[in-house]
């Protein structure tokens, strides 16, 4: 994730204080059409669809999401958006075409679409917008007013703020747009987003694009919750020889203090920032594309970063009567060293 995003999500955290963390800042349809915007610009399908179907499930609308991922397209580019919509089309073909349809837009407002996506743009952002860049290329200040502030922002079906919260989502899921990420969240607050609700969408789109798509995320790992602080999702790949899964951690989340007796076990870092520690020795920063050889007997732990979801295959090293060890956990005072 940009260090940029990193601190601004701290930031607003230290600013709200802790307890802002354990509370969810945007209702159940907030989430769900954040983070379709999310996987929509990231062109996960996989998540997409479970996101519109969780979406669906709390009382999105068709045509609230239709809207959703038609706006896409100004952000992302037409295949985005198209396969974003293919993906809606299909899971509602799916589920039987049953879902609630919702509004349609209204008439369009009278005058040009410049002259209303003029004034819509000026109302979105507080004052009017101008600079040398729009000076030195009217064409795209001319699309930006009459296309996405007017024809775009003129469908009324869903209002403002929504737009504006899928807007951040799907900017927070792009890389190297800083600025207009940065614009996009002040126009969001303009329009009633919290600084609370704000850090959630920024954490939903940092979340996203900790998922491995290849393998999945699998279900939440309750089997081994025990040996975990904060939730883990496991999905097993293989337990044919060797046992291979893919494991993804919470932000904070990691596991206990563990031993692999007999076989080692091997990580595979695939997204996101965490660590690795062995006993008596400094913790170890993990980015994508690490390997961790982890020799057997070897007292340690693996988890997230601070501030990051965090994604690795582990391949248990396969030995006669292998077994695992858990010991204790990795306690706040331990873990809030690392950064
Ligand atoms: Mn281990």
């Not at 159940?28 to 059409?33: D, F, L, N, R, T």
């Not at 999945?216 to 291979?244: C, M």
Request: hydrophobic share 40%; aromatic share 8%.
């Amino acid at each position: 994730m940009h260090k940029f995003l990193t601190s601004l999500i701290m930031g607003i955290f230290l600013f709200l204080g802790g307890n802002a963390m354990a509370n969810n800042a945007l209702t159940a349809k907030q989430q769900a059409i954040a983070a379709a915007a999310s996987y929509a610009a990231r062109g996960n399908q996989q998540g997409l669809k479970q996101a519109l179907t969780e979406g669906l499930d709390a009382g999105v609308t068709v045509n609230e999401f239709k809207e959703i991922l038609v706006q896409v397209y100004a952000y992302c580019g037409f295949p985005r958006s198209l396969n974003a919509l293919t993906t809606l089309m299909q899971l509602e073909n799916e589920r039987g075409n049953k879902d609630e349809q919702g509004a349609l837009p209204g008439p369009k407002p009278e005058g040009s679409s410049l002259e209303y996506g003029t004034a819509n743009q000026t109302k979105l952002v507080g004052a009017p917008v101008s600079g040398s860049l729009y000076d030195f290329a009217p064409a795209i200040d001319e699309y930006l007013k009459a296309h996405l502030f007017g024809d775009i922002f003129a469908r009324n079906n869903i209002d403002w703020q929504t737009r504006e919260l899928a807007t951040i989502a799907m900017l927070a899921s792009l890389d190297n747009v800083d600025s207009q990420l940065n614009g996009h969240i002040q126009i969001g607050k303009h329009n009633g987003l919290t600084d609370e609700q704000v850090a959630e969408i920024l954490s939903i789109a940092d979340r996203t694009g900790a998922e491995n798509v290849l393998f999945g995320k699998g279900t939440e790992n309750t089997a081994y919750a025990q040996y975990f602080i904060g939730k883990s999702y496991l999905q097993p790949l293989t337990g044919e020889g060797v046992g291979i899964s893919n494991v993804t951690f919470e932000p904070k989340c990691r596991n206990n203090w563990h031993i692999h007796h007999k076989g080692g076990q091997i990580l595979l870092v695939v997204s996101g920032r965490g660590w690795y520690q062995e006993w008596g020795k400094p913790a170890q920063e993990l980015h994508p594309g690490d390997v961790v050889n982890i020799p057997a007997e070897v007292k340690h732990w693996h988890g997230a970063a601070k501030d990051s979801w965090f994604t690795h295959i582990a391949v248990a090293v396969p030995a006669e009567g292998a077994s695992n060890e858990w010991l204790e956990a990795v306690t706040d005072e331990e873990y809030n060293k690392l950064k």
